[in-house]
């Protein structure tokens, strides 16, 4: 992408004299295109945000007394976020800290659990 020097708008291909440049379409300025032009830049990516909160969400998350099928750990940690539209259920996660194993659901899982 080329930009005007002038205007600063975003410069188009034209052939509309029988020659290939770019033009600008607010003003008059054109440049003719005498040979190819390739450019290559490589974008840096952005860092990931761990949007679940990362460890330190599960240092406040609130607890209850079921038993892992996994594990068999008496407890289970379990945080609530509200990630879809707000006519949808909260998103319940659930973990087992004895052997780190987490799991991600609606609140369908928690049914009949007393919390």
């Not at 945000?49 to 599960?58: A, K, N, S």
């Amino acid at each position: 992408m080329l930009f005007c020097p002038t205007c600063a708008n975003l410069l188009v291909i034209s052939s509309e004299t029988g020659y290939n440049k770019w033009a600008c379409n607010s003003c008059p300025y054109e440049f003719p295109i005498s040979k190819q032009m390739t450019s290559r830049s490589r974008m840096k990516r952005k860092e990931v945000d761990d949007v679940l909160g990362g460890e330190e969400t599960w240092r406040d998350a609130d607890s209850t007394a079921i038993t892992c099928d996994k594990c068999n750990h008496p407890r289970a940690y379990f945080y609530q976020l509200q990630i879809r539209s707000a006519d949808e259920p909260m998103t319940t996660c659930m973990c087992f800290i004895s052997t780190e194993f987490a799991t991600l659901g609606a609140d369908s899982w928690l049914r009949g659990i007393s919390l």
